[in-house]
T-cell receptor
Framework: SQQGEEDPQALSIQEGENATMNCSYKTSINNLQWYRQNSGRGLVHLILIRSNEREKHSGRLRVTLDTSKKSSSLLITASRAADTASYFCATALKPRGSARQLTFGSGTQLTVLP | NAGVTQTPKFRVLKTGQSMTLLCAQDMNHEYMYWYRQDPGMGLRLIHYSVGEGTTAKGEVPDGYNVSRLKKQNFLLGLESAAPSQTSVYFC???????????FGNGTRLTVT
């Protein structure tokens, strides 16, 4: 089963508007990461937020983390057509072994209309 | 600086055939991973490696084998391909177990 689940599955907005995507997860995490995937390409890391952080910014990106609700949100401000992509959250867990693994959600498809 | 390079980019196999997917990274990362991506399923971890000579099973390891003979290379093998293995395969690497992943651009595999 998926550890992280993004919501909504698809989002369509006009250029210049803000886009908000949410991620919910089930178990305790060490950190949560957001990635972007353009069509036909690999995932690209956007931002990492640790479990003891509540908010983080990177350019037009703002990520929040609420560990009590086991949820995170990614806000893209002043969106551009080039922001059209799939966005994934990934949670860093600790399985029974010594190595931690990232578990990905199924993603939000963002379309920014010019 | 190439990052993570995957070969081939596309491949079509018949059921029962075998193949090896190659992944190379030039960032001196200890950790390497193989994921598969299917529509509506996100990415699922197949196998991973925490260093040269080590491998470990991920979430969906059945039907796949891996090897990490050199630190920079991580090979994914399919011994007897099945249609259920039709997918896009991504290799990734990271500096540490909690660090951001660097992905290759994927291999699209079709098994008929």
């Amino acid at each position: 089963s998926q550890q992280g689940e993004e919501d909504p599955q698809a989002l369509s907005i006009q250029e210049g508007e803000n886009a908000t995507m949410n991620c919910s997860y089930k178990t305790s995490i060490n950190n949560l990461q957001w990635y972007r995937q353009n069509s036909g390409r690999g995932l690209v890391h956007l931002i990492l937020i640790r479990s003891n952080e509540r908010e983080k910014h990177s350019g037009r990106l703002r990520v929040t983390l609420d560990t009590s609700k086991k949820s995170s949100s990614l806000l893209i401000t002043a969106s551009r057509a080039a922001d059209t992509a799939s966005y994934f959250c990934a949670t860093a867990l600790k399985p029974r072994g010594s190595a931690r693994q990232l578990t990905f959600g199924s993603g939000t498809q963002l379309t920014v209309l010019p | 600086n190439a990052g993570v390079t995957q070969t081939p980019k596309f491949r079509v196999l018949k059921t029962g055939q075998s193949m090896t997917l190659l992944c190379a990274q030039d960032m001196n990362h200890e950790y390497m991973y193989w994921y598969r991506q299917d529509p509506g399923m996100g990415l699922r971890l197949i196998h991973y490696s925490v260093g040269e000579g080590t491998t470990a099973k991920g979430e969906v390891p059945d039907g796949y084998n891996v090897s990490r003979l050199k630190k920079q290379n991580f090979l994914l093998g399919l011994e007897s391909a099945a249609p259920s293995q039709t997918s896009v395969y991504f290799c990734a690497s990271s500096y540490g177990s909690l660090s951001p992943l660097h992905f290759g651009n994927g291999t699209r595999l079709t098994v008929t």
